[in-house]
């Protein structure tokens, strides 16, 4: 089953030492979408961050998977 993992190497509730990051990488069926920013599923876009982008490659990947 293809696994998309999406997260900020600022999040501080899943710490980059807990992701698995190397398990991830090595599985040919995950990808992993590391950012620098982002926090908590704050991942957002534009001049005024009033939009999320996250939802648009995970829904690109649901589509894909299915």
Known sequence: MPLLCIS????GVVHLK???KEEIVGNKN???CL???????GFVEGL??????FP???IEFLKAAA
């Open 48 to 53: 005024i961050p009033n939009r999320l982008w």
């Open 8 to 11: 900020a190497c600022d999040d």
């Open 30 to 32: 995950a990808i992993l």
């Open 56 to 58: 648009k490659p995970a």
């Open 35 to 41: 950012v620098g920013l982002g926090g908590h599923i």
């Open 18 to 20: 807990g992701l698995c």
